[in-house]
C-alpha cells in the first residue's frame, strides 16, 4: 500500500500529538511542553517532552524523538500503514492508496472538500447573522439587557437570525444548494414535498467554532418565550456535539493565563461570564459533558472546574459529568464541581452578588473525590448495613472508572471506612477475579536495607536508603580528609572507590602488594597526585552559528515569519547554502499553507536539498528547550539585528573601496552607519 506523502502532511496538520501520546503516558504539563516518564526506556524522574509547536515528542535521556506515527509505530508496535490508519481515523480522514480503485480516491477527496466546503458555507451565513444583528433593535436591546457590551460580541462573533422563513435566500446565490441542508441551515420537509426553510429564525446567534477558529455550527436563541428555548446546529460532517465546546477557540489563552478552564451549561452563561472578566468560561453544546470533551480539554489545561446550575437539571448534568471526568481523574489534575444555589446559574450568582463572590464560589468548588462520594452517598442512610451496602454499590462503577493511582488508592481507603470495612475486604468484593489494592505499608520502626525483587528492573542497582553491597571491594568514593575516621562518628573509611570525571586526578587507591587492587586494603592518601591513564579524546560538537539558531527558531515557531521585516527576509534568504535555500523554501510553505509544526515540515522536507540541514538544527536537546514566545521572539530579533549588522559591514566594505571613485558612496556609507548604530542600541538595550 503507497500512501503519498502529501496526505502523511495533512494528517500530521490534523493530529495532536500530545492527544495521542497521552493516551500511553502520564503526561503533566511544564512550561511550553508536555513532560513525563519516557515509555521506550526505564527511568525515575521525568525526562520525555512532547511540544504542541512543534508536535514531536522527545526523550533527554534516551533520545527518541518523532512525530504521531512514528510514536505508534515505536510504542504502540504498529506497523507504518497501520499507524496511518489508526490516525486517520481518529481525525475523520480516509486513507488514500495507490492502489485502490480512481472512483474510490475521488470519493475520498470529495469528502475532503466536502468538509471544508461546508465551513466555507457556515462561515458565510455566520457573516451575515452579524450584519442583521447590526440592523435589529430587538436582538441588540436582548444582548444590552443581559450586560453584554459591543466588544465581547463581536469577540465571540455574536448574531441574529431575522424573522421570516427564508431570509438566507438573499445571502445564498441558489437557496436549493444541498450544501445548505448539509451545514444544517436549511431544512427540506418531507420527501414529496417542496417545501424549504431557514433552521434558525428570530433567534440571537452564537457561532461554535473549532480550536482552529472554523465555523461549524450554530447554536440559537430565542427573543421570547417560545420553545425550543435553545437550538443547536444538527450533527454534520464537520459538527459532533458530543466532541466540541463553546467558547474553547477563544478561552485557549484565558485559559492558560487563568490556570483552570471553567465549564458551564448554555452559551449565555459563557457570554455574560467573559463580560465580567471570566474569559476562561465554555460550555457544551446542549449534551452531557462526554469523555471526549475532558481529554479535549486537558489539552489545554490540568485544572477543571465545571459549574452547574442549582436545579434539577443542573444536579443531573453535575452527576454526568463526573461519569465523564472520572476516566481521565490521574493524579496530577485537579477536577472540581461547583452546583451553585437552587435558584441562579453563573450569570444571576454574580449580578446578584458580585464577581468577587462567585470566584469565591469557584474556589471552593468541591474536588472530584468528595464529589464521588457524595453522589454515591445520596439517598443512602449510611446509620443502616442496608444504607451502607447501598452506598457501596453505588460507588463501584464511579471507583473502578478512575485510572490507577494515588487518588484512587486514598478513595478505597475512605469508602471502605464509611461502609465499615477495612480497604482489603472491599477490594476483594469490588474485584472477584482474585486481584486486590494493596495493603497500606506498616510505619517504618528501624531502617532496614532490603534488597530490589529479582524481577525489578533495578535488580543489579544498589538499594536506596543504605549502601550498595560489597562489590569486589568497590564503594562510592569519599574525600581524603575522612579516612580513618576522622569525619564523622565510626569513620569513613572506604573499601573502594568509584571513579568521577573531574578534576585531573585519579580516585584512592588501595594499598596492596605489586599495586593490586586488594579487597583488603587501605586507602592511601600518599597516592593521590598519581596520573590518571590516558584518556580517549571525546568528538567535539559543531559549535551552531546565527543562522542555525534562526533556523530553529522558524521550524519550531513558523508563525514568527509574519512578524519579519523586508530586510529580515533579505538578510536570511542571502545567506550562503545552505541556510539561504531553507529560509527560502521556508518562506514559501508559510506563503503556501500558513504556519506549520515542525512535524509537518519534516514530512515536507523529505529528500529535499534543504533536508539534511534542517534535520541537524532541529536534533538534540539544544533544540527541544522552549520559553516563553516573548523571550523566543526576542532571541529571534537580537540574532536578525547581529545578521544585519555583519551584512551592514560587509556592505560598508565595499563602499570603502568605491568612494575614491565613486562620492556617493560615502552618503550610502553615512546611511548605513546610522543603520548600524540603530541597530547597536537595539542590541544592548536587548542584553
Known sequence: ???????????????????????????KKGGANFMGLCPFHGEKSPSFSVSPSKQFYHCFGCGKNGNAIGFLMDHAGMGFVEAVQDLAQQVGLQVPDDDISPQEKERAAAARQKQATLTDVLEKAGDAYRRQLRESQRAIAYFKGRGVSGAVAKRYGLGYAPEGWRSLASVFPRYDDPLLEESGLVIVGEEGQDKRYDRFRDRVMFPIRNVKGECIGFGGRVLGDDKPKYLNSPETPVFHKGRELYGLFEARTPIREHGYALVTEGY???????????????????????????????????????????????????????????????DPRSIKVLVLPAEHDPDSFIRAHGTDAFAKQVSEAVPLSRFLVESASEGCDLTTAEGRAHMASNARPLWTALPDGVLK????????????????????????????APAPAPAPQQRQVRAPDASSPYADEPPWGGPPPDLDGWQPHHEPEYVGGGGSPGGYEDQGGGHGGGGGKPPFRKNGSGGDWKSGGKWKKKDKDAPWPPQPRLPRTPAMGRADHAARLLLSHMGFLEELTHDDHSALCAQPA??????????????????????????????????????????????????????????????????????????????????????????????????????????????
Open 578 to 687: 545552505p541556510h539561504g535555500p531553507l529560509f527560502t523554501w521556508l518562506e514559501a510553505q508559510f506563503h503556501e499553507h500558513g504556519p506549520l509544526a515542525w512535524a509537518v515540515l519534516r514530512e515536507s522536507l523529505r529528500e529535499h536539498e534543504c533536508e539534511e540541514l534542517a534535520v541537524k538544527v532541529m536534533t538534540g536537546a539544544h533544540a527541544q528547550t522552549e520559553g516563553e514566545l516573548a523571550e523566543l521572539r526576542l532571541e529571534l530579533r537580537d540574532l536578525l539585528n547581529r545578521m544585519l549588522i555583519e551584512d551592514i559591514k560587509e556592505q560598508q566594505k565595499v563602499l570603502v573601496l568605491q568612494a575614491a571613485k565613486d562620492p556617493s558612496a560615502l552618503e550610502r556609507y553615512r546611511a548605513l552607519e546610522q543603520k548600524r548604530v540603530v541597530l547597536l542600541g537595539v542590541n544592548t538595550k536587548a542584553a
Open 1 to 27: 500500500m503507497s500512501i503519498p506523502q502529501s496526505f502523511i502532511q495533512e494528517l500530521l496538520a490534523r493530529t495532536d500529538v500530545v492527544e495521542i501520546v497521552g493516551r500511553y503516558v502520564q503526561l
Open 409 to 436: 488508592r486514598q478513595l478505597l481507603g475512605e469508602l471502605a471506612e464509611l461502609t465499615q470495612l477495612n480497604a482489603r475486604d472491599l477490594s476483594e468484593l469490588w474485584n472477584p477475579d482474585g486481584t486486590r
Open 268 to 330: 449565555m452563561d459563557v457570554v455574560a461570564l467573559a463580560q465580567l472578566g471570566f474569559h476562561n468560561a465554555l460550555a457544551t453544546l446542549g449534551t452531557s459533558c462526554t469523555p471526549e470533551h475532558v481529554q479535549k480539554l486537558l489539552r489545554f489545561t490540568e485544572s477543571v472546574v465545571f459549574s452547574f446550575d442549582g436545579d434539577s437539571a443542573g444536579r443531573r448534568a453535575a452527576r454526568k459529568a463526573l461519569d465523564g471526568a472520572l476516566p481521565h481523574a490521574t
